[in-house]
């Protein structure tokens, strides 16, 4: 499986808030209003806000083989395209930027 990197899923975060905002009747008001947050923030802010999450959480929302929920922008809900539960996941991989931190503290 292929390993993102930070910047892939905020890229992936924009393109699906993208979607959207291009499809505005075919979700519900508060998905609009979060596209239309996320669109503003852009790439790089939402990268900033994924590290921050990295960063203070554990499990999928920092490990490589996450990717966001299909139809939900939330920056802290993910999958495993392993399909694995958080809680029963043996392949955990921290992304590059989170991991060299979590090294450099010790």
């Not at 505005?24 to 947050?37: G, S």
């Not at 554990?58 to 083989?65: A, I, L, Q």
Request: aromatic residues 12%; positive net charge; charged residues 30%.
């Amino acid at each position: 499986m292929d390993e993102w990197t930070l910047m892939d899923l905020a890229r992936q975060y924009y393109k699906n808030a993208k979607f959207v905002l291009e499809n505005p009747t075919e979700f519900d008001y508060w998905t609009v209003r979060k596209a239309r947050q996320l669109v503003d923030l852009g790439v790089k802010g939402i990268y900033e806000e994924l590290l921050k999450l990295a960063r203070s959480y554990g499990g999928c929302v920092r490990c490589v083989y996450s990717r966001p929920c299909i139809a939900i922008l939330d920056l802290s809900a993910r999958v495993c395209v392993y399909n694995l539960h958080q809680d029963m996941c043996n392949r955990l991989k921290p992304y590059k930027e989170v991991e060299s931190e979590s090294t450099e503290k010790k």
